[in-house]
C-alpha cells in the first residue's frame, strides 16, 4: 500500500464503499464501525444533548414560574431571585473552568437569566420602554459574556438577540417615524449576519477549535440568504408599480452578490454541500418567482392551465437542482479523496 494511500483521512464512508465492492467482509465492516464511532462519541453526544435539553427545560420553567406567580410575589423577591440565579451560574462557571461544556452552559443560561432580569425589571418598574430597547440592553449587558465564553451556541444565541432587536426598532421606531421601508431592514440583517458568518470562516480558518462545526456556517449563511430574499422577490413580484424601490433593487444587488460569492467560497475554497445546497434553494426560489411573474403576464386569463405548467416548472428545476447538487457532492467527495 502506497504512502499516500496509508495516511489518508479514513470517515464512516470509506469501509462503507470498500464494502459495496466486495473488499470488505461484514466482520471487519463492523469492527471498523466501531472504530470510528466508538461506543465514548455516542455517549458523549448524549451527554450534551441532554445538557442543553435539561438547561433548557430548566429556564423555561423559570420563566413560566414568575409568569404564575407574578402578582403573589413582591418586587424584591423577584430580583433576589433572579440575581442569585445569574450569580450562581457565574460562580460555578469559574469553578468549573471556562473551557468544559457545562460551564459554558451555565455561562449561556446566566446570558438568558440576564434577559429575564431585564423583562421583570421593566415589568415591575412600568419603564415605559420599547420592547427593542430590551433586546439592545441585553445584548449590550452580555456581550463581555459573550466575548469570553468561546462558545458557538451562545454567540449564535447574541445575534437572535441583535436581529429581534434590530427588528422590533423598524417595527417600533424606524417604519412608524422615520418611514424606512422593510427591504432596509432586511438588507440591515443581512449585514449583520454576513459579518458574523465572515468572522466565523475568518476564526475557522485560523484553527480555532469551538468553530469548526458546520451547523453555525449553515445557520449564518440561510438567515443572510432568507433576508436577502425577500427585497429580491418583492423586486420582481412589484416590478411596474410606482413604488420607491430603492431598498429592494439594493438587496437585489446584494443577493446576487451573495449568490455567486457564496457559490465561489463553498464549492472552491471551502468545498461543502450544506452551504452550496442553501445557496441552490435560494436561486430556484428566485427563478420560480421570476419565470411565474412572466408566464402570468405573457398568458394572462388562462390561469388554470398555468398553475398545472408551473407544477412542472417547479418540478423542471427543483430536479434540475437535486442533479446538480448530486454531481457536486460527487465531486467533492473525489476531491477530498484525492487530497
Same mark, same amino acid.
Not at 39 to 47: I, N, P, V
Not at 78 to 104: D, P, Q, R
Given at each position: 500500500?502506497?504512502?499516500?494511500?496509508?495516511?489518508?483521512?479514513?470517515?464512516?464512508?470509506?469501509?462503507?464503499?470498500?464494502?459495496?465492492?466486495? $473488499?470488505?467482509?461484514?466482520?471487519?465492516?463492523?469492527?471498523?464501525?466501531?472504530?470510528?464511532?466508538?461506543?465514548?462519541?455516542?455517549?458523549?453526544?448524549?451527554?450534551?444533548?441532554?445538557?442543553?435539553?435539561?438547561?433548557?427545560? %430548566?429556564?423555561?420553567?423559570?420563566?413560566f414560574f414568575f409568569?404564575?406567580?407574578?402578582?403573589?410575589?413582591?418586587?424584591?423577591?423577584?430580583?433576589?431571585?433572579?440575581?442569585?440565579?445569574?450569580?450562581?451560574? #457565574?460562580?460555578?462557571?469559574? %469553578?468549573?473552568?471556562?473551557?468544559?461544556?457545562?460551564?459554558? %452552559?451555565?455561562?449561556?443560561?446566566a446570558s438568558i437569566?440576564?434577559?429575564?432580569?431585564?423583562?421583570?425589571?421593566?415589568?415591575?418598574?412600568?419603564?415605559?420602554?420599547?420592547?427593542?430597547?430590551?433586546?439592545?440592553?441585553?445584548?449590550? %449587558?452580555?456581550?463581555?459574556?459573550?466575548? /469570553?465564553?468561546?462558545?458557538?451556541?451562545?454567540?449564535?444565541?447574541?445575534?437572535?438577540?441583535?436581529?429581534?432587536?434590530?427588528?422590533?426598532?423598524?417595527?417600533?421606531?424606524?417604519?412608524? *417615524?422615520?418611514?424606512t421601508s422593510f427591504? $432596509?431592514?432586511?438588507?440591515?440583517?443581512?449585514?449583520?449576519? +454576513?459579518?458574523?458568518? *465572515?468572522? =466565523?470562516?475568518?476564526? !475557522?480558518?485560523?484553527?480555532?477549535?469551538?468553530?469548526?462545526? =458546520?451547523?453555525?456556517?449553515?445557520?449564518?449563511?440561510?438567515?443572510?440568504?432568507?433576508?436577502? +430574499?425577500?427585497?429580491? *422577490?418583492? $423586486?420582481?413580484?412589484?416590478?411596474?408599480?410606482?413604488?420607491?424601490?430603492?431598498?429592494?433593487?439594493?438587496?437585489?444587488?446584494?443577493? /446576487?452578490?451573495?449568490?455567486?460569492?457564496?457559490?465561489?467560497?463553498?464549492?472552491?475554497?471551502?468545498?461543502?454541500?450544506?452551504?452550496?445546497?442553501?445557496?441552490?434553494?435560494?436561486?430556484?426560489? #428566485? /427563478?420560480? /418567482?421570476?419565470?411565474?411573474?412572466?408566464?402570468?403576464?405573457?398568458?394572462?386569463?388562462?390561469?388554470?392551465? $398555468?398553475?398545472?405548467?408551473?407544477?412542472?416548472?417547479?418540478?423542471?428545476?427543483?430536479?434540475?437542482?437535486?442533479?446538480?447538487? =448530486?454531481?457536486?457532492?460527487?465531486?467533492?467527495? =473525489?476531491?477530498? !479523496?484525492?487530497?
Open positions: 500500500m502506497s504512502e499516500m494511500q496509508t495516511n489518508k483521512k479514513a470517515d464512516y464512508r470509506f469501509p462503507r464503499d470498500l464494502r459495496a465492492k466486495g $473488499l470488505l467482509s461484514d466482520e471487519a465492516f463492523l469492527a471498523a464501525q466501531r472504530m470510528l464511532r466508538p461506543a465514548s462519541e455516542w455517549f458523549s453526544w448524549a451527554q450534551n444533548a441532554l445538557l442543553f435539553l435539561g438547561s433548557a427545560l %430548566v429556564l423555561t420553567g423559570i420563566i409568569a404564575y406567580n407574578w402578582k403573589s410575589m413582591g418586587p424584591f423577591l423577584k430580583f433576589i431571585l433572579l440575581e442569585a440565579g445569574i450569580l450562581v451560574c #457565574v460562580i460555578s462557571m469559574f %469553578v468549573l473552568k471556562l473551557k468544559s461544556v457545562v460551564a459554558k %452552559v451555565l455561562l449561556l443560561s437569566l440576564t434577559g429575564i432580569l431585564l423583562a421583570v425589571f421593566g415589568q415591575t418598574y412600568q419603564t415605559g420602554a420599547d420592547a427593542y430597547e430590551l433586546f439592545v440592553s441585553w445584548a449590550i %449587558v452580555i456581550l463581555p459574556w459573550v466575548i /469570553v465564553s468561546r462558545f458557538a451556541a451562545l454567540w449564535i444565541g447574541w445575534l437572535i438577540i441583535v436581529n429581534t432587536g434590530a427588528t422590533l426598532y423598524w417595527i417600533q421606531v424606524a417604519e412608524p *417615524v422615520h418611514d427591504d $432596509l431592514l432586511c438588507v440591515l440583517l443581512a449585514g449583520i449576519n +454576513c459579518a458574523a458568518l *465572515v468572522l =466565523r470562516e475568518f476564526g !475557522a480558518n485560523r484553527s480555532l477549535a469551538w468553530l469548526q462545526h =458546520r451547523w453555525h456556517r449553515g445557520l449564518l449563511l440561510a438567515a443572510v440568504l432568507i433576508a436577502l +430574499c425577500i427585497p429580491t *422577490v418583492k $423586486l420582481i413580484t412589484e416590478m411596474g408599480v410606482a413604488t420607491d424601490g430603492t431598498a429592494a433593487l439594493l438587496g437585489s444587488v446584494l443577493w /446576487v452578490v451573495a449568490i455567486v460569492g457564496g457559490y465561489i467560497c463553498y464549492r472552491h475554497r471551502l468545498p461543502d454541500m450544506l452551504p452550496l445546497a442553501l445557496i441552490v434553494m435560494a436561486a430556484c426560489l #428566485v /427563478v420560480l /418567482v421570476l419565470i411565474g411573474r412572466i408566464v402570468f403576464e405573457v398568458a394572462s386569463g388562462l390561469e388554470e392551465w $398555468l398553475f398545472l405548467f408551473m407544477g412542472f416548472i417547479i418540478i423542471g428545476v427543483i430536479s434540475c437542482a437535486a442533479v446538480w447538487l =448530486r454531481r457536486t457532492a460527487a465531486a467533492i467527495a =473525489r476531491g477530498n !479523496a484525492d487530497d
